[in-house]
Nanobody, 124 residues
Framework: QVQLVESGGGLVQAGGSLRLSCAASGRTFSSSAMGWFRQAPGKEREFVATINWNGDSTLYAASVKGRFTISRDNANNTVYLQMNSLKPEDTAVYYC?????????????????WGQGTQVTVSS
């Protein structure tokens, strides 16, 4: 159905920026809401951002609102997470996820497909 591959992670200094990409394959991408989640060592996977099927509606976790931007390019089957003003507490593995619905969602249990993750490390 949907396969997801994240890229763009790396090591960055506090205050810096990174753009994560999620390349998707499958016929259902254009009708799927998408999300970004992150998981730090010893922590639960937590919601970061979500976007509806056509990109006209987004929602962010309070901890990243104003710093991160989620977007999608359905023509290229790609979703992005632009991360600015990064903080050490943003350090985590970031996962791209898709759900079999057009509507945004914030719970890990609402998503059906997951990428393998990409590491983001922010140094102080």
């Amino acid at each position: 159905q949907v396969q997801l591959v994240e890229s763009g992670g790396g090591l960055v200094q506090a205050g810096g920026s990174l753009r994560l990409s999620c390349a998707a394959s499958g016929r259902t991408f254009s009708s799927s809401a998408m999300g970004w989640f992150r998981q730090a060592p010893g922590k639960e996977r937590e919601f970061v951002a979500t976007i509806n099927w056509n990109g006209d509606s987004t929602l962010y976790a309070a901890s990243v609102k104003g710093r991160f931007t989620i977007s999608r390019d359905n023509a290229n089957n790609t979703v992005y997470l632009q991360m600015n003003s990064l903080k050490p507490e943003d350090t985590a593995v970031y996962y791209c996820a898709a759900r079999t619905s057009t509507v945004r969602a914030t719970s890990v249990y609402n998503y059906d497909y997951w990428g393998q993750g990409t590491q983001v490390t922010v140094s102080s």
